[in-house]
């Protein structure tokens, strides 16, 4: 099972941009990958996923033209840049893997693995 570990989060103002980042272990580049972010009170959401090539990605539409995701496979490591933040932004963002080698996850049931998760807040 791939294990995951997040980084990056902190306190930016509105319009500003973080860049979080993703490590994760042994067997890393066999896996689709995705962000995935949950608000207080509010239900998990599809944030992006990226192929285990760093080919296809896709986004949720709330994020669509201001977050990019992006893999390093030498390095073991997945990143969001997210630009243009906003207020609604504001979440606990975790990194998760797919459930099977070599496919792309598409929504939130095809995680198998996940990360602890980081913090992002974003003031107005």
């Known amino acids: 099972q791939v294990q995951l570990g997040e980084s990056g989060g902190g306190v930016v103002q509105a319009g500003g941009s973080l860049r979080l980042a993703c490590t994760t272990s042994?067997?890393?580049?066999?896996?689709?990958l995705g962000w995935i972010r949950q608000a207080p009170g509010k239900e998990r959401e599809f944030v992006a996923a990226i192929s285990w090539s760093g080919g296809p990605t896709y986004y949720g539409d709330s994020v669509k033209g201001r977050f990019t995701i992006s893999r390093d496979n030498y390095k073991n490591t997945m990143y969001l840049q997210m630009n243009n933040l906003k207020p609604e932004d504001t979440a606990v963002y975790y990194c998760?893997?797919?459930?099977?080698?070599?496919?792309?996850?598409?929504?939130?049931?095809?995680?198998?693995?996940w990360g602890q998760g980081t913090q992002v807040t974003v003031s107005s």
């Open positions: 042994r067997g890393f580049s066999f896996y689709g």
């Open positions: 998760a893997a797919h459930r099977t080698t070599y496919q792309t996850p598409r929504g939130l049931d095809d995680f198998g693995s």
